[in-house]
């Protein structure tokens, strides 16, 4: 069977069997999971399908969020983009927007899919839906890419955590950025080792990322972030298909990440009680005291 447990063991399987991320993970998943291949596809076109209409329903139909800190802002970036003055270019500027919109859809209530996280799932989908517009990719072109994010969020998973809680908003915006840049390096030919270093590279840009929604609520920081962990997505993968190495293996920047998180305050890893949370102006705004 081809499990993995590691970065180095998934590169190993790769390269024996002459496959990228995403088929290992879908042999390992119909194995673990008993299930056919067929079954497997049939769920991830679901994923697909639902993070579609996640990041695309705010855009045209805006709805503010229970809290009542976020809603619109997906729109607006893509009245901006359409005025042709966008300063990113149409892929980062989309991937902005689906971004944004995701967490609209999530924090109002509406049906989405955690990437690893609910407060991380703008990531993944502001990634592969862009590049599927940019690239003109079929549907079927973005399942693979979604296998492949969804090995680097088991390996996070596995070896260190996806929980704010636990290791403050690197281990949420930030392993959806990794999972969302292996991705992006596998849709555009990458080789599965660029997959990993791709990875590595926006996980290390993110260390040391807290964890501080404002007034408790998975809104603000939280959806601004997420745009941020896309284009750090992009930004890592363009580097890796250009040539450039990343020195520090995967299983090593997870390992750095989660020691980080380990040793991050309580104040800023998801309690409200720090940083952005903690500021006089969001604080007056929530009509929560200062802290």
């Not at 896309?230 to 190495?245: D, I, Q, R």
């Amino acid at each position: 069977m081809m499990n993995f447990k590691n970065g180095i063991e998934l590169l190993r399987l790769c390269q024996a069997n002459q496959l990228p991320i995403s088929e290992i993970m879908k042999i390992r998943e119909c194995a673990l999971a008993e299930t056919t291949e067929s079954e497997l596809i049939t769920r991830m076109k679901k994923v697909l399908e639902i993070m579609k209409h996640s990041a695309k329903t705010p855009i045209a139909h805006p709805h503010p969020s229970i809290g009542g800190l976020i809603g619109g802002e997906a729109q607006l970036v893509n009245e901006h983009r359409l005025t042709g003055k966008s300063l990113c270019g149409p892929l980062f500027s989309k991937a902005i927007c689906y971004s944004l919109a995701v967490l609209e859809s999530n924090s109002s209530m509406g049906l989405i899919v955690a990437a690893p996280t609910a407060g991380s799932s703008g990531v993944v989908p502001g990634v592969v839906l862009s590049l599927q517009e940019e690239y003109d990719l079929s549907d079927d072109a973005l399942l693979p890419a979604l296998f492949n994010a969804s090995a680097i969020g088991y390996l996070a998973m596995r070896n260190a955590t996806v929980s704010g809680a636990v290791g403050g908003c690197q281990a949420e915006v930030g392993i959806a950025s990794a999972m969302a840049a292996s991705a992006a390096v596998e849709i555009m030919g990458g080789t599965p080792k660029q997959c990993l270093d791709s990875a590595s590279i926006a996980l290390m840009n993110l260390l040391g990322l807290v964890c501080d929604p404002v007034g408790g609520l998975v809104e603000c920081p939280c959806q601004i972030r997420n745009t941020i962990g896309a284009t750090n997505a992009l930004t890592a993968a363009e580097l890796v298909l250009s040539g450039v190495k990343q020195m520090i293996p995967f299983d090593e920047m997870l390992e750095t990440m989660y020691n980080i998180g380990r040793r991050m305050a309580p104040e800023f890893r998801e309690t409200a009680k720090g940083g952005c949370a903690a500021a006089p102006s969001v604080c007056a705004a929530c009509a929560t005291p200062i802290l």
